[in-house]
C-alpha cells in the first residue's frame, strides 16, 4: 500500500484497502513492469528512425538497422498493449473485491448494499468514493450498536 495516498484515512478504510492491494500485488508488477519496458521500446526506435530519415539514411546497407527498430517499436508496443489488459484486469479484480465486501455486510440492509453495488458498477470512475462512503457508513452503525 502506498502510504502517501491512504495517509490520512481511518484505520477501518487501511484495513480494507490493505486487503485489495494484497490480491492487486502480482497485477501491479506486472503492470508495471511491462510500462517500464514498453515505453523505452517504444520512444528509442522512434527517435532514431526519425534521425535516419532527416539524415537521409535510408539506403539498402541501412535496412538490417531499420528491421530492428521497427522490430524494437512492435514489441515496446505490444508490451504497452498488454500493461492496458492488465490495468482493466486489476480494475475489475479491485470491482469485484469491492461488491464482495459490500455484500458480506451484515449491517446495512439489502436495499443500501444493491445502492452501493449500482453505484459500482454503473459509474466505475467513482466505485472508490461509493466504497469509500459503504465502509464509513458500515463503521458509524457499528459504532452506534456498539454505544
Do not use: C
Not at 38 to 56: Q, W, Y
Not at 117 to 138: D, R, S, V, Y
Amino acid at each position: 500500500m502506498n502510504p502517501i495516498v491512504f495517509k490520512n484515512m481511518p484505520t477501518f478504510v487501511k484495513k480494507e484497502m490493505e486487503i485489495i492491494m494484497g490480491v492487486l500485488k502480482p497485477y501491479m508488477k506486472k503492470f508495471s513492469k511491462y510500462r517500464i519496458f514498453a515505453i523505452p521500446l517504444m520512444v528509442f526506435p522512434i527517435m532514431n528512425l526519425f534521425l535516419l530519415l532527416l539524415s537521409g539514411g535510408w539506403y539498402l546497407d541501412a535496412i538490417p538497422t531499420l528491421a530492428i527498430y521497427a522490430l524494437m517499436g512492435a514489441i515496446g508496443i505490444a508490451l504497452f498493449k498488454e500493461s492496458k489488459h492488465v490495468q482493466k484486469e486489476m480494475e475489475s479484480i479491485s470491482t469485484e473485491r469491492m461488491i464482495e465486501r459490500i455484500n458480506r455486510s451484515e449491517l446495512l440492509n439489502d436495499f443500501t448494499k444493491k445502492e452501493y453495488i449500482n453505484t459500482i458498477k454503473m459509474q466505475p470512475k467513482l466505485g472508490f468514493q461509493a466504497f469509500l462512503q459503504f465502509l464509513t457508513e458500515e463503521h458509524e452503525r457499528k459504532q452506534r450498536i456498539h454505544e
